[in-house]
């Protein structure tokens, strides 16, 4: 595709759930990272991919939060057990080279009730 | 820890007028510094991008400069148009080896353009 994609748009799940949110990069890019975008706190990064490095977990805010990269391409974040706090927009990027401008995909807005 | 913050918070302009979009930041040692655009409801659109051995960027009407001794950039926007009106964000990529791919966001400046 032309640019990043994520999917859904729009999530609103119940306190408790787990749900599953999907990016698909630009295609070559190797670095993929995701963030987070809360009400009045802006944009904090969650977690990094470089090809087929260790990702750096370093801002997932919580044991809850996990993300996987299937074959260096698609990544799924995945948030276990969601609270109301969970409630913001995702946004996914991607780079190449990772040292590069990152592009951002439209972003899942997550509602938990 | 790198903080970044932009100034004005919010502004509105009447359509012609230029103007400027003030970026700042605590830890001048970056790699480089990006601007963004944010609509309502949608995600990121990359306006610039500034390495950290430029002093400038231009696209059409925008130029973004960069003074990182000093820990600031503006961004600057010629005849603004209600099409401009939009969140602008800044963000900081951290010099040095490692990590150094975590974008650290001001808040934005949130821009209204009125015809």
């Known amino acids: 595709g032309a640019g990043v994609s994520q999917s859904p748009s729009n999530k609103v799940t119940e306190k408790g759930k787990d749900v599953e949110l999907r990016c698909d990069p630009i295609s070559g890019h190797t670095a993929l990272y995701w963030y987070r975008q809360s009400l009045g706190q802006g944009l904090e990064f969650l977690i990094y991919f470089q090809g087929n490095s260790a990702p750096d977990k370093s801002g997932l805010p919580s044991d809850r939060f996990s993300a996987e990269r299937t074959g260096g391409s698609v990544s799924t974040l995945t948030i276990q057990r969601t609270q109301q706090e969970d409630s913001a927009v995702y946004l996914c990027?991607?780079?190449?080279?990772?040292?590069?401008?990152?592009?951002f995909g439209p972003g899942t807005r997550l509602t938990v009730l | 820890k790198q903080e970044v913050t932009q100034i004005p918070a919010a502004l509105s302009v009447p359509e012609g007028e230029n103007l400027v979009l003030n970026c700042s930041f605590t830890d001048s040692a970056i790699y480089n510094l990006q601007w963004f655009r944010q609509d309502p409801g949608k995600g990121l659109t990359s306006l610039l991008l500034?390495?950290?051995?430029?002093r400038e960027q231009t696209s059409g009407r925008l130029n973004a400069s960069l003074d990182k001794s000093s820990g600031r950039s503006t961004l600057y926007i010629a005849a603004s148009q209600p099409g401009d009106s939009a969140t602008y964000l800044c963000?900081?990529?951290?010099?040095?080896?490692?990590?150094?791919?975590?974008?650290?966001f001001g808040k934005g400046t949130l821009l209204t353009v009125n015809p």
């Open positions: 963000a900081v990529r951290p010099g040095g080896g490692g990590s150094n791919y975590k974008l650290t």
């Open positions: 990027a991607s780079s190449f080279p990772p040292s590069a401008e990152q592009f």
């Open positions: 500034i390495q950290s051995s430029q």
